[in-house]
């Protein structure tokens, strides 16, 4: 019996074992004859014209995942199946990554796994496939299929794991001679005489055959495996761009739904120990009746058995928002509706920041913009990407706004188009990139004749702040009055791949300003110079990086760091940020993150605090004052001579540790 102590004790370690989405595949599936969809691990944005079945990416996500729940918000229907079919059956397939430290157990009796099983792909995914028969006027339970797609090794017609128990030791007596630890199999359990069969035909020179195997005709200790699988599967919610207007508008419920289905997923094994109990205790009593209906009339006693039927947990929970101003919710405007939305978005943004996440989430968002100003556009995709970049949840959404689409990496960009009348998915980045634009309308965000190229994000900072904060550098020129830009031209965001194509085909004025710690950034300027085509110009920064241009003092300030391990006239050739990363930020645990938080503030608030004085006793001021002499100089079509000089080999500093 359980004791009710156990059940309510709280487990903050709960969690599943699927990591990520990689990929689904459609077959039949409305406009889509077939096709494979890749997802990046963190944000996705799927774009496209209208009418050309974004809608139908997310509403197969829908299907995939919660289609088999009362509370689905797509079904599946007859008419789903693409009318070209020939084989009037559609398909919907999905590949997960998982994690290489925990394994999803198929057996009750004794811990195995998927991997150990060989019930992954030839890339070792988990890929689970659901075909829905279509033939008839209807579809029910029965006109679904649920299958694993496995890399499986071929040593018979039949395959062991699905195997019953009796086949099982009959398939280990006929090798029992030719195997040395026979006796010591543990031959109670499938899981064991399936590992020993493995191990004895499983050789350099078997072969591997991709299979198709239905879960329901695997024969583990854990009968009901596709529960088992699905409990560690992602959870997914969608959100859709067509509301209706009702008091259980999911634009106001969904949130809050969402909230109770993750508090649930934290207590899982709690549930399910009380499920468990109930289950027990009733089924004795239930058992009981039987016994004493035995007596009466054994006919109808030997029918009878006691079956729970249970709704799911989240059903049993029902919360609202309400307005104490006498205007109810649902009576607002839409904008006001998807503010909540976005509220609840920037609150689980915060969240995840401060306390983690525990159960693998994918976010499915149609139009995110829809009634929103283009100020709370940029709020609501910052927060979508701060919640993508932890290690547990996806975000997919779609968009016809050029301005979110700038805001994301190419690489994050699922791009829709028609071919021949039919939906496609343009995987080429270049292709892919030229149709984007086309499609939205993107245009460069230059605005002066002149722009500053940069490496990344954290030089943009740099060169903007110490612009405007060291008076002598913005008497010269002012970056901001002026409205030149900083492109920073590395990285993979939409807007860069624009703004780069935009510069090779204009009159703009390129300065550009690279670090002096990866030659071939030098091989780029070297190759501006001799071009000589006065439309392009740059330096190589004579200190390692930007961050070698922060004075030690305020770093010391900042980061509560008593001295440093060497003097300042070596701070020109410290890899600062590497020198600075097992000293500080230590509360992120990723050293890539943490280099990048120490690189934003060195680039951020710290060079806000530089000063005339601090470059001078570095011995760099003259060096920052040059760079924007020569882009007042180009800029404002000054007769001064550029000081454009390439640094000899012998000149650039080298990083030390």
């Known amino acids: 019996m ?150 499986y090794p071929y040593i018979s017609e039949k395959h062991f794991i699905s195997m019953k128990h009796s086949e099982l030791k009959k398939e280990i007596e006929k090798i029992k001679d030719d195997i040395r630890n026979y006796e010591e199999i543990n031959k109670t359990k499938n899981a064991d005489l399936r590992k020993a069969l493995y191990d004895y035909y499983i050789t350099p020179d078997i072969e591997f055959r991709e299979i198709d195997i239905e879960i329901k005709k695997i024969e583990t200790d854990e009968k009901d495996l596709w529960r088992k699988i699905k409990d560690n599967l992602p959870l997914y919610f969608l959100f859709q761009s067509d509301r209706s207007n009702s008091d259980s508008d999911n634009e106001v419920q969904n949130p809050l739904k969402i909230a109770t289905k993750k508090a649930l997923a934290e207590i899982e094994e709690q549930l399910k120990e009380i499920k468990e109990f109930v289950d027990e205790t009733v ?144 995987a080429d980045n270049l292709l892919k990139f030229k149709g984007i634009v086309e499609t939205l309308g993107i245009l460069p965000t230059i605005e002066s004749k002149l722009v500053i190229c940069v490496e990344g994000e954290n030089d943009v900072n740099f060169i903007m702040n110490v612009n405007q904060q060291i008076r002598e550098f913005k008497d010269i020129i002012d970056l901001k009055e002026n409205k030149i830009s900083i492109l920073p031209l590395t990285g993979g965001q939409l807007i860069r791949w624009v703004n780069r194509n935009y510069l090779n085909n204009s009159n703009v004025i390129e300065f550009h300003i690279y670090d002096a710690d990866k030659p071939e950034y030098q091989e780029i300027i070297e190759g501006i110079k001799r071009e000589n085509d006065r439309r392009r110009y740059g330096v190589i920064t004579q200190r390692l990086e930007m961050e070698n241009y922060i004075h030690p003092q305020l770093i010391s300030e900042k980061f509560k760091i008593d001295e440093f391990d060497f003097e300042i006239n070596e701070w020109a050739r410290k890899d600062v940020p590497k020198y600075l990363l097992d000293r500080v930020m230590l509360h992120i645990k990723e050293p890539r993150k943490r280099e990048n938080a120490i690189k934003e503030i060195l680039n951020g608030s710290l060079a806000k605090e530089l000063t005339k004085s601090h470059l001078d006793e570095m011995e760099c001021y003259e060096e920052i004052k040059s760079w924007f002499e020569q882009i007042a100089s180009l800029y404002f079509g000054s007769d001064n001579k550029l000081t454009n000089r390439v640094l000899e080999p012998s000149e650039v500093p080298q990083p030390v540790s």
Not at 70 to 81: W, Y
Not at 115 to 144: F, M, P, Q, R, T
Not at 296 to 319: H, Q, V, Y
Not at 394 to 421: D, G, L, R, S, Y
């Open 283 to 426: 089924s004795k009593i239930g058992d009981l009746t039987i016994n004493k209906l035995q007596e009466f009339d054994p006919g109808i006693a030997s029918k009878l058995n006691t079956k729970l039927n249970m709704k799911s947990w989240d059903s049993l929970f029902s919360f609202d928002l309400e307005s104490d101003d006498g205007i109810s919710l649902n009576k607002r405007g839409s904008g006001v509706k998807r503010l909540i939305l976005l509220s609840y978005f920037r609150a689980e943004a915060e969240r995840i920041s401060s306390e983690g996440n525990n159960k693998n989430i994918i976010y499915g968002i149609e139009e995110p913009e829809t009634s929103q100003h283009p100020d709370f556009q940029r709020m609501i995709i910052d927060s979508l990407k701060s919640i993508s970049e932890d290690t547990k949840h996806q975000v997919i959404i779609t968009t016809h706004t050029p301005e979110i689409a700038k805001m994301v990496n190419v690489e994050e960009v699922i791009f829709v188009k028609k071919e021949n009348n039919k939906p496609a998915i343009i």
């Open 2 to 151: 359980v004791k009710w102590s156990k059940v309510f004790r709280w487990v903050n370690n709960q969690g599943g074992t699927v990591v990520e989405l990689k990929q689904i595949y459609l077959r039949n599936f409305r406009g889509y004859e077939e096709v494979k969809i890749d997802f990046d691990h963190g944000m996705n944005v799927i774009i496209g014209k209208n009418d050309v079945g974004k809608s139908t990416i997310m509403d197969a996500l829908e299907l995939f995942f919660n289609g088999e729940t009362k509370s689905t918000l797509v079904k599946a229907e007859v008419n789903d199946c693409n009318i070209d079919a020939t084989v009037k059956e559609m398909e919907i397939a999905a590949c997960f990554r998982l994690n290489e430290d925990e394994k999803i157990s198929i057996d009750a009796s004794n811990v195995t796994n998927l991997s150990e099983e060989y019930l992954l792909n030839k890339d070792g995914l988990l890929e689970i496939k659901k075909i829905w028969d279509c033939s008839k006027v209807s579809i029910n339970a029965s006109s679904l299929r649920v299958l694993i797609n496995a890399h």
